[in-house]
């Protein structure tokens, strides 16, 4: 069975400050996907970023980048420069074999000015 | 951008009553999922579909539920007697399958079910 940990429920940041939101996993299938969503407080998910198990390089999407460390089984998502509408909960996902998504239970980020 | 659309966006029930939430996914995609989302809770997978059949679902995913793709765009969820813990978000996603296990999901903007 495959298991997502988000340790943090919350996390504060102050604007233009860099963050890294935390995530380990744990699975026994040797390919699988990482991936962050981005939920406002409208609701909707929002996909930022990806990264693949056998991928060398670590992910980067703009101000998002991941920082995938296979050994510890952690893929932590850091967001450079925070802005104000970066305030979201923001939740790790794995995809299984057969591509469905086992999430984490999330880290509510507040940015202030 | 293509992206995948729900309706409703809010939906509000009385127990014991049937209802469809509807999904359209991104056009050339392959592969369709609903997700659920209790208030305050994680995102937890319910089913998925491709080729007009259930491939993968779970324990959530009981007899009062079912899924359809009854034309070329739209993909359905229906829960045939509404409980008090269906009230949820609801998340249609949709993928191209060009490499599973890995490919990403594009998520819908959701329906809000209150059950009462």
């Known amino acids: 069975a495959q298991k997502i940990t988000q340790t943090q429920p919350g996390m504060f940041v102050q604007e233009k400050e860099a963050v890294t939101l935390d995530c380990t996993y744990d699975?026994?299938?040797?390919?699988?996907?990482l991936f962050w969503y981005k939920q406002p407080s409208s609701g909707e998910m929002i996909f930022l970023i990806y990264q693949g198990s056998y991928d060398q390089q670590n992910a980067t999407e703009g101000r998002y980048s991941l920082n995938f460390q296979k050994a510890r089984k952690s893929a932590n998502l850091v967001i450079s420069a925070s802005q104000l509408g970066d305030s979201a909960m923001y939740f790790c996902?794995?995809?299984?074999?057969?591509?469905?998504?086992?999430f984490g239970k999330g880290t509510m980020l507040l940015v202030s000015p | 951008e293509p992206e995948v659309t729900q309706t409703p966006s809010h939906q509000v029930t009385q127990m014991g009553q049937e209802v469809i939430l509807r999904c359209v996914p991104i056009?050339?995609?392959?592969?369709f999922y609903w997700y659920r989302q209790i208030l305050g809770q994680k995102v937890e997978f319910l089913v998925s579909f491709y080729n007009n059949e259930i491939s993968e679902k779970s324990e959530i995913f009981d007899d009062q539920f079912s899924v359809e793709r009854p034309d070329g765009s739209n993909f359905t969820l229906k829960i045939r007697s509404t409980k008090l813990e269906d009230s949820a978000m609801y998340f249609c996603?949709?993928?191209?399958?060009?490499?599973?296990?890995?490919?990403?999901?594009?998520f819908g903007p959701g329906t809000r079910l209150l059950v009462l």
């Open positions: 996603a949709s993928s191209d399958g060009t490499e599973r296990g890995q490919e990403t999901q594009y």
């Open positions: 699975t026994s299938d040797p390919s699988y996907g």
């Open positions: 996902a794995m995809s299984s074999r057969y591509s469905t998504l086992t």
């Open positions: 056009s050339n995609h392959l592969y």
